[in-house]
């Protein structure tokens, strides 16, 4: 560089003092000189480039942009057309030219009906792009060795109703129908690792008859696993029958009638409990360590749970309480340390709290949860409570202290912590919020609903109706209102209000008028609404959509509240919303879910009929089926089918 400008020196300032003897000398540096700046000039081109080349595409961030602009929104715009395929020879160097304007042009020649200048790109442009480098062929992450497990399939399928991933990623499992069903019903199987389930009737063909049976598509068999991920039970929907892996041995529960005496008898291993004259309700619960069962003799009603029978009752309809409207069993709390039910017996009514009773009352309510009247727990077992009548009055029994009397009550809530709980009760015919033993909000005409709590119970908040109008409120603070009533309830707040486990974060659903349907949707989160959007995905499952381990809710939080987010349908394509940041367009895409500790989060999205799992800022794919799931430790797998190999492989 120095030699350069100094023979640009001598030649511009000591050009008249040159002898006839250097005159030549002058010629050769004339000569040196002009090769030395076209040498200069092409190295500092290519260093030019290459520093541009280094710029990388971010899709997320492309914004509309003109000729004559500069900036890095066109450094980007150059980036992802570079990568799209597009030329650029001086690459992402920041500054809209010809050359960007030409590689524009093309671009919009390949879709738009029309003529484009390429003197700018606009949003219908931005999003043809997206969509252009979503399509791009990704290639199948590479894992180290030791990450990845291959399963031969053991029969060919028709289609994959479930697929999921145990709480550790020990297990991965496929629930499939057969490629040639019999008869025209459709036969369902269960592949878990290597080995093979095949669904069976256990009763009506005889006590040692194992027939197959056919299941319905919308209760397709699904284990459940433990927390230890040692063990794994699947139950075979509506059929009073499981497989259980313990840990250490496979074995079968079961009911069956027996045709020799029409009797009934329940199968727990090699052990065999009756006769009776009726058995049913068999639950196998935490692996196989907890077994129950309801069953009648002489005339009376027993609950059996392992080795301890609890009865008689009088009443089959009033002596269970259910989590499961479509079911008869005791309700049992998360952590299988609680179970509770309601039973009659000489005419009053009694709950039972493991070895404990409590009562008479005139009447209690359940038998259905759902009916929000029955034994509720925490999820950690801490705090139980129900509602009962006595004297007309009515009241609420928490753990072994009465709260009431009252008008009527209804609604009991815990945080799944069991700090705290609340109830909906009425006084004068207004209606009040009751939380814990001593805070009270209202009157209200109307309660939508009961009180829902932030995991760790800092934070809780309610629906509610005043001047036939609909208002969310959480703690002290009322948001609304959201439209008018329609039937007595508020249809714009269709789904439950949803915490971070800490509180920090709340958010929920709402519609602001009824057009065609309940439409379009908006998002509130904390003080700040999204939306609208066409739809969201709410996460129900829907086997003819394809594979899905999780009923998601559509709104997602970490556990810090740091992040949340959701899937929405907007101008025919999906989205995915983390905080403030849109993913997409996709075909269809799932709704977001976070590892534990909040550092990892994903989804999963369709694109031109393929399947692809996006975790963090890594895509892997393309997949015919697919799923992904963080487990309890904040390890990421996914889980495919390559071939004829069910294969699961942890990611980073």
Known sequence: MLFIFYEIYNIIFKRSKLTKKSKMSYKKSIKLTILSLIL????????????????????????????????????????????????IPTGANGYYGIQTKNAVKKFYSEWYKGKWTGNSIDAKGIAKLKEKLLSKKIKPSIVSEGKIRRYKLKESFNKILLMGISPLGKYVYITYDLENPVNEEIYINVQINDQLYQPVRSYGEGEEAFNRVAVFYYVPPKPLFGDDDKSYVLDIPGENYYYVFDGSQKWVARVYRSDKDKKYYVQIKDKIYGPYEWAGDLKILNGGKIYLFSFQRYGKYYIQINDKTYGPADNREVIISSNDYSTFAPVVSNDYSKFGWVFEKDGKYYVQINDKTYGPYDKTYGPYEWASKSVKFSDDGSRYGWIFSKDGWYYVQINDEILGPYEDVDYLTFSSNGTSFGIVFQKDNSKYIQINKDKIYGPYERIQGGVYFSRDGSNYGWEFIKNDKCYVQIKEKTYGPYGDISEGSCPI??????????????????????????????VQINDQTYGPYKEINYGRYNPSDGPTDERFDPIQFSKDGSKYGWAYYKENDWYIVLNDKIYGP????????????????????????????QINDKIYGPYDYA???FTKDNKAYIAYISGNELVIEEVE
Do not use: H, R
């Open 586 to 613: 996709y075909d269809y895409a799932s709704g977001i879910i976070f590892s534990n500790d909040g550092s990892k989060y994903g989804w999963e999205f369709e694109k031109d009929q393929k399947k692809y799992i």
């Open 493 to 522: 707040l269709s789904f439950p209000i949803f915490f971070s486990e800490n509180g920090s974060k709340y958010g929920w659903i709402f519609y602001k008028e009824k057009k065609e349907g309940w439409s379009p949707p908006f």
């Open 627 to 629: 799923t992904f799931t």
């Open 40 to 87: 200069f000039s092409f190295i500092f081109s290519s260093f030019s480039y290459s520093a541009s080349a280094k710029v990388t595409c971010n899709p997320n961030t492309l914004k509309p942009v003109k000729y004559g602009q500069k900036g890095k929104d066109v450094k980007n715009l150059q980036a992802c057309l570079i990568e799209a395929g597009y030329n």
